[in-house]
């Protein structure tokens, strides 16, 4: 509720496409007034307790309501570079919405360490029924069985994440094209907690729970092409990460999925460079400030890490020639290419 009350009705270019994107405004009183710190901590506690943490990711209607939160706040307080004038007074949206995006940020370990707790409880009831049942086995069948239900959690955790991702994507894929066909240069916002979100999954499961490069990334879509193929992962036919039907596959994270997930992380890598080479100074600290806190130690595990990892990822799934190519086209650098190699 207090996210649809944050929601931007301003008249600025910027803010416009926030509304239909359904984002929430940095500038309302429940983010500039910090409304919002309470109820983050509220929630913070409640997953602490470990009842409420497995229900989360046992009811799968509980993580779409956490999802549908999250999105609304991807791409929160975007902006252009500015390059008529200076802007006139330098406001402190960007701090307040940095602030809850670092929130939101301390939510996420509560959320993925729940996908321990649900497999534990799921284990535990299909040990109670099989021991129920006459067999006696109890839990006594080993790891294997508690793995495979980690492993269940974990993709259903995975897969509803990448759902809500792949829808925002879409939307922010329509606004983009929109923007350029008016000659607008491209929005680019810090805050992109569904991708952190993922982030964070990838990492508890690899580093927590162990897990191969299969269970953490799933098997290809049935019916997929390989990489290589015109639909598929090579070649810059298959570029646009989409399939036959125009639509992003998931059923774990394939490569064209992969494709369009790191667009975002690769766009703010590229920020971070044309603001350090004053490409941005017109903006003001709106631009200048962002840039030196998402790196630094303090902020950087809850935003440049996330996007490092997802930028790893990318590359593992894509291989070094189509990553390199996305991140060429995201830095501009495709001329200076061509001009060097023959």
Known sequence: GMAGEARGT???????????????????????????????????YALNL????????????????????????????????AVGAHIEH?????ADAWALGTEIANIFPSIVHG????????????????????????????????????????????DCTAAALQQWMRRDAKEAAAAAATGASELV????????????????CG???????????GSPPLGSPPL?????????????????????????????????????????MALLAQTRAGRWRRNGQSASKPAVLYRSPVFADAFAMPDLLLLQLGLVVLGPRRF????????????FWRRLLP
């Not at 109670?128 to 006696?136: Q, R, V």
């Not at 390199?324 to 001329?335: D, I, K, M, Q």
């Open 115 to 158: 996908v321990s707790l649900a497999a534990e409880a799921d284990a535990d009831a299909d040990a109670d029924a099989d021991s129920g049942g006459g067999s006696g086995g109890g839990r006594g069948g080993g790891g294997s069985s508690d793995e495979a239900e980690q492993e269940r959690v974990y993709c259903r955790a995975r």
């Open 324 to 335: 390199l190519s996305a991140a060429c086209r995201r830095f501009e650098a495709g001329p």
């Open 50 to 81: 470990p009842a409420i943490s497995r229900s989360l990711h046992a009811a799968p209607g509980q993580l779409a309501t956490l999802l549908h939160a999250l999105s609304l706040l991807q791409g929160m307080h975007a902006s252009r570079r």
């Open 10 to 44: 301003a008249s600025t270019p910027e803010v416009e496409v926030e509304a239909e994107l359904a984002v929430v405004d940095a500038r309302s009183a429940v983010v500039s007034q910090h409304l919002h710190s309470q109820l983050c901590y509220d929630v913070k």
């Open 207 to 217: 580093v927590a729970l162990g897990f191969s490069e299969r269970q953490m990334l």
């Open 90 to 94: 330098d406001g402190h949206a960007w």
């Open 228 to 268: 290589g193929s015109p639909t598929g992962g090579g070649g810059e036919s298959g570029e646009s990460g989409e399939s036959a039907a125009g639509g992003l596959l998931i059923n774990g994270l394939d490569a064209r999925f992969v494709c369009h997930l790191i667009d975002q992380p690769l766009r703010l």
């Open 189 to 204: 916002s810090y805050h992109l907690p569904l991708h952190r979100l993922l982030a964070a999954l990838l990492s508890h």
